[in-house]
């Protein structure tokens, strides 16, 4: 069979209505769809072609549609009024290559599919191979890229260097810290001893206001001056045995003021018991009112030293 323009146009009209562009190259359906192409032409007088006819022959039609449209646009070839026969074919042309450009991009999404597919089922393969401390390890330490973790080996030396570094710093800090702690410490324990000083001295010169109405003995007297190895805190050891013997209140006042262990005051009997490491001091009654002032006045002063 010879081909002429007006075949060549049925033709097109052909691939335009049955459109095998839409299917894939070598597949069945775009097989099918050239077969069915080939039939329809052959109803129509004067044609007996096969698949493989119409095949070649819009090959032919391609090939020189592209080749004049070329010429054109280089300004080397005629550019005549476009037939019927060139607007089909250029029609053809578009839908192909537009179908081509979209198979083209489904390709590459499902190669790119197929590539994190195979991703993921080696990291799962990997993780169910890996030990407990090895998954833990990975979980804690945040997803790296692969020029990150080549830095990582190149800087191994440098990032020693750093960990010392802060380090030092660290700890540079930490004495810093424990130094300004243990200044505010001596701080306030200078702040208390001279408030202590000072209610001391304030305690002093009330007891020197008052008059003194007890009776002074002789062994309580040497007790306020001497440093004989029998007295304790300025009350002789002696006097622990004469329990109904009176004791002045500047003794008292002495020893309370400057006692290093607990004190126990019972009230009713104002009994003072004093603690020297094992020794125990009995003290005896103190009789008159400026003698219950003067054990209030120092239970005040010795705020939690002193228990009732």
């Known amino acids: 069979m010879e081909w002429t323009e007006q075949k060549d146009v049925m033709l ?16 069945k359906e775009r097989g099918s769809v050239w077969s069915q192409i080939a039939t329809n032409l052959n109803t129509h007088p004067g044609f007996t072609v096969s698949q493989r006819a119409v095949r070649d022959r819009y090959g032919i039609l391609e090939k020189k549609a ?4 070329h010429e054109i646009e280089n300004g080397t070839g005629i550019s ?23 198979f083209q991009l489904d390709n590459q999404s499902k190669v790119k599919k197929l590539e994190k597919d195979k991703e993921t089922a080696e990291e799962m393969r990997r993780m169910s191979m890996e030990t407990l401390i090895a998954s833990k390890k990975r979980k804690s330490v945040p997803n790296e890229s692969a020029e990150e ?8 030396g440098s990032d020693t260097v750093q960990l010392l570094k802060e380090h030092s710093e660290m700890e540079f800090t930490f004495k810093r810290e424990e130094l300004e702690a243990k200044k505010s410490e001596q701080s306030l324990l200078t702040e208390q001893q001279k408030q202590q000083q000072q209610m001391i001295s304030m305690l002093q010169q009330q007891l020197q206001q008052q008059p003194t109405t007890t009776t002074t003995t002789t062994t309580a007297d040497a007790a306020t001056t001497t440093t004989d ?18 004791i002045s209140e500047n003794v008292i006042t002495h020893a ?13 009997n104002f009994v003072v018991l004093l603690h020297d490491y094992k020794k125990w001091l009995l003290v005896p009654k103190i009789s008159g009112t400026s003698s219950l002032k003067l054990l209030q006045s120092c239970m005040f002063c010795l705020h939690g030293r002193l228990y009732l």
């Open 12 to 27: 097109a009209r052909e691939i335009l209505l049955c459109e095998p562009f839409q299917y894939r190259v070598g597949s």
């Open 80 to 102: 005549p009024e476009d037939s019927e026969l060139d607007l089909a074919i250029s029609e053809v042309i578009e839908k192909w290559e537009a179908a081509d450009q979209e």
């Open 229 to 246: 190895a029998n007295y304790v805190y300025g009350i002789p050891e002696a006097a622990s045995t004469a329990y109904g013997h009176l």
């Open 256 to 268: 309370l003021l400057f006692c290093l262990q607990p004190l126990v005051i019972n009230l009713e």
């Open 149 to 156: 973790k080549r830095c990582k080996k190149r800087r191994g």
């Open 66 to 69: 592209k080749k004049q449209k």
